[in-house]
């Protein structure tokens, strides 16, 4: 199909003008906020929202994987009293491995309904067809596609950011100022004697300034009948019915796939990296040792600085 431009108002030559390639830019910007107003008012139960558990879609990769934070142990021997003191100390043992936690990962890739001819023709945009007056309502998908979901995609994906997830220990500035809203506690690396990391969900809901990608806010027309018969503004809000009757369920039916809205997590950093988390452990000892009657225990306990042992990324496919 092709790209079908809504429809304004010129009231200087009292007539209807195309949108220009910026216009369209405040519609996208708006769907990718709706996007994220969706996602942040029903938690997994939207499509394409990201948590942590499983029930829907699993997108550790390889399937059935977790994230997963190891700590090293302190470990004594002890050896009753009965010989020298030489030969009573028993030796150092090594230190070992625990698994504090196995975090699982997933999103809500469910299927998404096509919204009715009924409800296109009610509430998408006016555009024209050519030759002489004649004038369509958007209703096929790929139009939709072409025309603003598309690029809105691109840009959520590679530039505002605004409508999608990042992981990070402190709210993230990426894409250009804005709201980020805190979705959680998602994974926390601990050490034996150096802290813990925790690392937390973030969903960008907005900018600060969106005029990079919105420079103008046009308004759409359509034709009414009735009592006020002819050309009517048509709002391209985010709460509009253009936008959540028609361009938001669209673009929750095309959130999953390569170049799209899906996430994977996992130890590869192919694709658009939305953060990073490690386990990291304290891979160096030191040794003591002390006698507690009739005992002498000899320990190793971990120190020293931190080491990664396993790097994970969430990315976009």
């Not at 369509?136 to 598309?150: A, G, P, Q, S």
């Amino acid at each position: 199909m092709a790209k079908r431009r809504p429809l304004k108002w010129d009231y200087s030559l009292n007539g209807l003008r195309e949108w220009s390639d910026s216009e369209l830019g405040a519609l996208r910007y708006n769907l990718a906020v709706a996007y994220g107003d969706y996602l942040n008012s029903g938690g997994i139960g939207s499509n394409g929202a990201v948590s942590t558990g499983t029930g829907k879609s699993d997108i550790y990769n390889p399937g059935g994987g977790s994230t997963t934070d190891t700590r090293r142990n302190q470990v004594s021997n002890s050896n009753a009293a009965g010989g020298s003191a030489a030969e009573d100390w028993p030796g150092y043992p090594s230190t070992t491995v625990s698994t504090i936690s196995n975090v699982r990962w997933q999103q809500n890739l469910d299927a998404v309904g096509m919204p009715s001819a009924g409800t296109l023709t009610d509430h998408s945009f006016l555009y024209y067809q050519g030759g002489g007056y004649s004038f369509r309502y958007t209703n096929t998908e790929t139009d939709f596609l072409e025309t603003v979901i598309n690029d809105a995609i691109s840009l959520m994906r590679s530039n505002h950011e605004v409508g999608t997830y990042r992981i990070s220990t402190s709210t993230p500035s990426n894409g250009g100022a804005g709201t980020w809203t805190d979705k959680g506690l998602v994974f926390t690396d601990t050490t034996y004697s150096n802290g813990s990391t925790s690392y937390r969900l973030y969903l960008k809901r907005n900018l600060n300034d969106p005029s990079p990608y919105a420079p103008s806010t046009p308004t759409s027309h359509r034709w009414t009948v009735g009592g006020s018969q002819g050309f009517h503004p048509h709002s391209t809000a985010v709460g509009g019915s253009l936008i959540q009757n028609c361009l938001l369920p669209i673009l929750r039916r095309n959130c999953s796939g390569g170049g799209r809205l899906q996430y994977r997590m996992g130890t590869s950093n192919s694709g658009i990296n939305r953060g990073s988390m490690t386990d990291r452990r304290q891979e160096g000892s030191s040794t003591s040792q002390n006698y507690s009657d009739p005992n002498y225990i000899s320990t190793r306990t971990p120190s020293g600085g931190n080491s990664s042992i396993t790097n994970y990324y969430f990315k976009l496919i």
